[in-house]
């Protein structure tokens, strides 16, 4: 049985991006939802997730693509994001464990996108931003980005960068780096 508190969801969102401004008509989506479950007791991580999200006010375009390593074809095979929205709520509690992205843009994403489509935020006011925590525990003058922040604390990056459930993957390595240092602190926005 869980016990409140004893998991953390350490999320990463991958949206559709272009080389410059979005097209006309277009706008930022997310794409794919990855997501690492973290036992904050035994501090390790237990699960990893990934959920494709099909956009519906843009398309993937070849720069997202080389970035993401995602299709139009792959996401077009995706859930919507209502559906997603619902999935982190049923299948990982989003709404009542505490949450973690690398700084707030994930965040900040999912407000926009959940204002934009009616759609019902999916997570608790628990969310840590581990870019300044990172940043905090490492007394650092400057945020560093995920793949700098794991060379910095002299980790490996695992999988793909800019994969939503590798870069979730990785940054849950970093929390579990900051909590090894007794620097983490479950924060709410």
Known sequence: MERFGQFL?????????????????????????????????????????????????????????????????????GVEFREACALLEQEHRSRSRAWASWGDYDRKQFERQCSAGRVSYPFSSRHTNAKQAFTDCFGLQRRLGMSAALDHAGLALEGRHHSGADDAWNIAALILEIMSREGWRTGAF
């Open 9 to 77: 969801n350490v999320v990463d969102v991958e949206a559709t991006c272009w080389d410059g401004p979005p097209p006309p008509g277009q706008a930022s989506e997310i794409i794919e939802i990855g997501l690492c479950v973290v036992d904050v007791e035994s501090r390790t991580r237990v699960a990893k997730h990934r959920f494709l999200v099909r956009p519906v006010r843009s398309v993937v375009s070849a720069f997202c693509t080389e970035l993401t390593g995602l299709t139009q074809a792959e996401v077009e095979s």
